[in-house]
């Protein structure tokens, strides 16, 4: 890859990349998963930067974005480029932290409800999709054997139609199809 | 006790002037989702996982016209119109089309705000700055454990959604959608919402439109959900031909005016296997259960527990082998 690319990314990531080439670059994204994955690693390590990462997150988390550093050498030789994702956070943001963790403090002593607490306890939930006969099924049509039985993809987009209409979440429920890469869940 | 009723007095009118404030928000937010032209990328953190997506959205004579596509993984698209929306995945090679539903006229939040109060609180709290833009910060606070709370950022100059959270009960963000770079303009180019993957050699479903799933019957349905948390009311009901050996299913739809769940009935065949369990995607939670030789599968972006209360409390109104 070359650094021309490398710095259109990182210029992509902190949204500083002009319009036409925006649209190549995306163009190219689409067909080269090299690129890819490289977009990718800036996107991490720009939001861990940034702290726009959510409150909870795998604990290995922040390790994968340090090593995503120091595996990536033409990252690491930008990391002048790097150096502008340190922007001071207006007054504002922190006062709108300060409110969003006063709400969150009040819902932490909020007491459960008891039928709340009693519907925990309607039956064991195991971890993933399952035949009565006990062998695993993955959330993803292509692993549906049956040839009449419904399967999940078609009632999640069948579902999406409903949630999107009424929701005010525009394309999150696509946001899952489109974001839940079934092989990548598969290997981790 | 009259200064007392008189504290009571305000605070209530506090609270529903900080609802409505809210509510305004919102409905903003959703007009402006739905009516403006934009090109944006975003990540989606999921499960300790991000995925980067952009987004092509254009509103125009011919109506609303969208694209989702994957930056990141498998390549995988997703293309709504106002007739279809239509799926394409590459990892699984399947193209799943179905049919597009009328947008809701606006305001998409519920009008009947008090009715909503007694389940969310709704909250507009201060300013942020997001991807560039300033932002007011809206939150709406599930009041028990059968549902999710919502963190929205909104653009302060076009009511643009530039990030939300979904939180669970301790308000903990369990999905997070942020935009790191949004374009809103007059036009989009013709080419920006033309899909990457063509589908060829697929394995194509249809479902959904009036000529490969006719609506066989609607009327009230022949299953009945005994339990539901409070709030949830039945909204939509259909029987469809949707199984691909062209028996029907029974759809059920409810929602509490934010939340959505469905519930699907199939009656199965003597050589198919039943399914039972929990499933997720991100926050989309499904439960499978058997009722007599019935599947039955609820999906809603509600709590895992809330899909299994209520799979299984589905039964029939008549014994389920007639």
């Known amino acids: 890859m070359t650094e021309k690319l490398h710095e259109q990314i990182s210029a992509l990531v902190d949204d500083e990349l002009a319009a036409a080439e925006q649209t190549l670059l995306i163009k190219r994204l689409e067909g080269d998963v090299t690129l890819r994955n490289s977009l990718l690693r800036y996107q991490l390590i720009s939001d861990s930067l940034q702290n726009h990462l959510p409150r909870k997150v795998d604990p290995d988390f922040n390790i994968g974005v340090q090593l995503a550093l120091q595996d990536d050498p033409e990252i690491r030789v930008r990391s002048a480029g790097l150096a502008r994702l340190f922007k001071p956070v207006a007054g504002l943001a922190i006062a709108a932290s300060v409110a969003v963790v006063a709400v969150l403090s009040l819902q932490s002593v909020r007491q459960e409800s008891p039928s709340a607490t009693a519907t925990m306890a309607v039956a064991p939930v195991t971890d993933e999709f399952i035949r009565a006969d006990g062998t695993p099924l993955l959330a993803n049509s292509h692993a549906h054997p049956s040839a009449g039985a419904q399967s999940l993809d078609v009632y999640l987009v069948n579902h999406n139609e409903y949630a999107v209409n009424r929701g005010m979440q525009g394309m999150l429920p696509y946001v899952r199809l489109v974001g839940h890469d079934m092989n990548v869940d598969d290997k981790e | ?322």
């Open chain 2, 1 to 322: 006790m009259k200064w007392l009723l008189l504290a009571l007095l305000a605070i209530s009118g506090q609270v529903f002037a900080e609802d409505d404030n809210a509510r305004r928000w919102l409905d903003q937010m959703s007009i402006a989702l739905q009516s403006l032209n934009y090109d944006g990328t975003f990540v989606y953190l999921h499960d300790g996982k991000l995925e980067t997506m952009r987004i092509v959205h254009q509103t125009g004579e011919h109506g609303e016209m969208e694209r989702l596509v994957s930056l990141t993984g498998s390549p995988r698209e997703v293309l709504r119109d106002d007739r279809a929306v239509t799926c394409i995945m590459a990892d699984s090679k399947s193209v799943t089309v179905g049919q597009r539903r009328p947008r809701q006229p606006f305001p998409v939040v519920p009008e009947d705000l008090d009715s909503l109060s007694r389940y969310y609180q709704l909250q507009a709290l201060g300013e942020d700055r997001m991807a560039g833009h300033m932002s007011r910060v809206i939150t709406i606070t599930p009041r028990d454990r059968f549902r999710y709370g919502y963190r929205f950022w909104i653009d302060t100059s076009n009511y643009m959604l530039l990030k939300s959270d979904l939180t669970d009960v301790n308000g903990e963000a369990i999905e997070q959608v942020m935009f790191t770079h949004l374009k809103v303009s007059n036009t989009i180019p013709v080419t920006a919402l033309q899909p990457s993957l063509t589908g060829d050699g697929y394995n194509w479903t249809r479902q959904g439109s009036d000529s490969h799933n006719p609506v066989v019957r609607s009327g009230s349905p022949d299953w009945v959900v005994r339990r539901l948390p409070a709030g949830f009311e039945l909204t939509d009901f259909q029987r469809k031909r949707m199984r691909k050996d062209g028996a029907s299913v029974e759809h059920m739809v409810f929602s509490d005016g934010l939340a959505t769940m469905s519930v699907y009935v199939e009656k199965l065949g003597p050589d198919e296997t039943a399914f039972q369990g929990l499933s997720n995607m991100g926050a989309m939670n499904a439960f499978a259960a058997v009722v007599g030789d019935h599947q039955i599968t609820v999906i809603g972006e509600v709590p895992a527990a809330t899909v299994q209360m209520v799979a299984v409390s589905v039964s029939p109104h008549k014994p389920a082998d007639d």
